[in-house]
């Protein structure tokens, strides 16, 4: 299956609101849950997101928007694993915004999904500064990168409803401090939710899945 | 010891390479050899820092340059380890630019210094597209980040004098394909140096080491 690529350009700053708006109420009113998906290069995004699909594809209606500066690997994996995706390519730019969203949904009819998930830039920084339109933001936080990172990059867990510290399986290697990391996630954002998983074993998958179901529960109802 | 910290502004970007020029030439006028470190979150920038200038210090005049967007937590680790170093807050910026790094200059004398590292902001797109000033870029990629990296960040591995391949001790837990890699860097920089090695045991640094003495050799000698 050949992956179908777009190309965005970036939206006007200060009218970047606004377009987030536009999109979230579009998405609601085609009862679509966008879930915006962020973490540093190689923290896990697509593995994550594979597996989660497979937990949700019986109930749900799912696709995937995978934005990227050039390359289309994730979208490939994705269409490999049968899911139902979008390359988006940033041309450089190292975050999604809201009217890159919006031009993407405007060539991409997501209007039978019931879940979109995007896995946005591989970046801590510019992808916490943009409102893309999503109706909730997921860090994705690995072992490997240390549980010093919600000190360094506090605006990404300050904007995420829900961070997934993942790669648990690698805990005999990497040294990590849950409880730090839970007082210094929450500290910047006590409604957080965070469940600790590894997408390569599915270790605590099921607490993470049920958050999303939840959601999902409550999006509908709106 | 109390960390100094300087804030920085962003410089004007069209003046950022004839900024860059000034601050190769002052940093050589100097005998001071500048090399800016660049990695995604978690690559392990500051651990392989500690061990290099572990390995340098005895022959070299070092100082770090560490740049966050608002922690302080590399310096306050440098100064533990008794490493001449200065703390730059970005203040949200995702990168140090020439200007950046001419400000803290300004502020911090390394006349003295015979190799100044620069421990850039964790990320693996914005950073590439400045050019700070240093003499080499080096980026640090590492095992659990996974071999499709050069694919997804090309501009980072076109930029790069030297990438360091690390956490190789973490083999059993992340399969990388090292042969892989090396060809994707390869074909976006055919004259980047790649080493493989671990900051956390000491493996393969001392190739790293050499070319670090041969750079240091050959700035001297201009």
């Given amino acids: 299956m050949a992956v179908k690529v777009i190309d965005v350009k970036v939206g006007i700053f200060d009218e970047n609101d606004r377009i987030a708006e536009e999109v979230r109420r579009k998405n609601r009113q085609n009862g679509t849950f966008m879930i915006n998906i962020m973490a540093s290069p190689g923290a896990g995004k697509t593995t994550t ?24 690997v994730d979208a490939e994996k994705m269409e490999e694993a049968g899911v139902r995706s979008i390359q988006v390519h940033t041309g450089g730019e190292c975050a999604m915004d809201a009217s890159m969203v919006q031009q993407t949904l405007d060539q991409f009819d997501t209007s039978d999904l019931d879940i979109l998930f995007m896995e946005n830039v591989g ?33 990404m867990f300050r904007v ?23 007082e210094r996630i929450l500290s910047l954002n006590p409604d957080a939710e965070i469940f600790f998983l590894s997408a390569k074993t599915g270790e605590g998958f099921d607490e993470w899945i049920d958050w999303i179901r939840r959601q999902a529960a409550k999006e509908t109802e709106k």
Same sequence: chains 1, 2.
Avoid at 49 to 70: F, P
């Fill in 49 to 72: 997101l594979l597996r989660t699909i497979e937990a949700l594809k019986e109930d749900y209606s799912i696709g995937v928007m995978e934005a990227d500066i050039e390359a289309s």
């Fill in 123 to 155: 970046n801590l920084v510019c992808t916490a500064e943009q409102d893309t339109g999503a109706q909730v933001n997921v860090e994705i936080l690995s072992l490997p990168e240390g549980d010093d990172k919600p000190l360094k990059y506090p605006l």
């Fill in 160 to 182: 995420c409803q829900c961070v997934l510290i993942n790669k648990t399986d690698t805990r005999d290697y990497f040294p990590f401090d849950d409880q730090a990391v839970k």
